[in-house]
């Protein structure tokens, strides 16, 4: 995975429970990195996990429930470091729709070597189906990522989430009405 995740998460870790808890939990961690991180650099999923893992028993929130927060950081950032890629889409269900086709080819472009997940999507009725399929078990990231789209364009979205895998899932995507 590349770095900015990690350093994205980090900083999200710190706003909740302190830089120092966080230097903490990365010194508990027997992390090959050591828990230091490039934005640029390529780091283990694993690592990853172990964080978001640790935080939760920090927090007292559930690992899943950090994912999904996590993904709404994510979001939030991409919006201020991409905002044209935002600002070129009509709402949130025409940038859930490019995210493979649009988004993941610039990605790639940036970032030869970024292992992204896939994302299949289909228009059902006015609502759209996703398939995230990926090495990584980020369902619940990828969710908070979605919901956190539908904020950004003031468009509450209803998410259903059926889970094939740990990194596979079907999401379906409508706007609240």
């Not at 949130?92 to 988004?103: A, G, H, K, N, W």
Request: proline share 5%; with cysteine.
């Amino acid at each position: 995975m590349k770095g900015i995740v990690f350093t994205e998460l980090l900083a999200m870790a710190e706003g909740v429970v302190g830089e120092a808890a966080v230097d903490e939990v990365l010194d508990e961690l027997a992390l090959a990195s050591g828990g230091a991180y490039s934005r640029v650099g390529n780091y283990p999923c694993s690592e990853l996990l172990a964080i978001v893992t640790a935080l939760s028993g920090r927090t007292g929130l559930a690992a899943e429930d950090l994912q999904r927060r996590f993904g709404a950081w994510m979001h939030t950032r991409f919006t201020e470091l991409y905002p044209d890629v935002f600002a070129a889409k009509d709402g949130p269900l025409d940038l859930l729709q490019s995210v493979e086709t649009e988004v993941h080819v610039e990605v790639r472009k940036l970032y030869p070597d970024a292992e992204l997940p896939r994302f299949e999507t289909t228009w059902q009725g006015e609502g759209l189906r996703m398939r995230y399929v990926s090495p990584r078990p980020l369902v619940a990231f990828c969710e908070g990522m979605i919901h956190a789209c539908g904020a950004h364009y003031g468009t509450p979205l209803r998410v259903g989430v059926a889970r094939v895998s740990d990194g596979e899932a079907v999401f379906d995507v409508a706007v609240e009405r």
